[in-house]
């Protein structure tokens, strides 16, 4: 479940108590901002956040996180564990990354309508995957991933 952050609990119902415990902590530390049904992060918190795993990575930058794109990022910079391109205005992805690393791709919110058929060819590692709210998707990509 999630990059294995609550694989140490036997149940579902335990995993989804200590998640609420943690974001009520977080809303209480005021590092989460109550949205009514949701909860957002603040901008600088997340900037922050996100300077920090990126500078102090142990192997380097571990984060490739692009909101405001409208293409999508150069396949070279795809070397990173996690990778988040949420709410921005990619259309297509056309060029197949390489990512032998990457644990987890949020394309959440996007634009996409169209991803190549082997595009997660090269993610071997890809647990994670958020395409939710890409109401333009009518197909998912038919590569060699999905016949394994």
């Not at 999508?72 to 990619?90: T, Y």
């Not at 991803?115 to 333009?136: A, K, Y």
Request: proline share 3%; net charge negative; aromatic share 8%.
């Amino acid at each position: 479940m999630c990059e294995d952050i609550l694989d140490e609990y036997g149940h579902v119902e335990e995993a989804k108590n200590e998640s609420y415990h943690i974001i009520g902590t977080l809303l209480t530390s005021c590092l989460l901002e109550d949205e009514g049904d949701s909860v957002k992060m603040h901008d600088v918190i997340r900037d922050m956040a996100l300077w920090l795993a990126c500078d102090l990575g142990k192997e380097g930058e571990n984060i490739l996180v692009d909101t405001g794109a409208y293409h999508a990022p150069n396949v070279a910079k795809w070397n990173a564990k996690r990778v988040s391109l949420m709410g921005s205005g990619i259309k297509s992805l056309d060029e197949t990354p390489t990512s032998p690393n990457l644990l987890t791709l949020f394309l959440r919110g996007s634009f996409l309508k169209r991803i190549v058929d082997d595009f997660f060819d090269f993610m071997p590692t890809l647990r994670v995957l958020d395409l939710s709210e890409n109401v333009l998707i009518t197909q998912l990509p038919t590569g060699h991933y999905y016949k394994k």
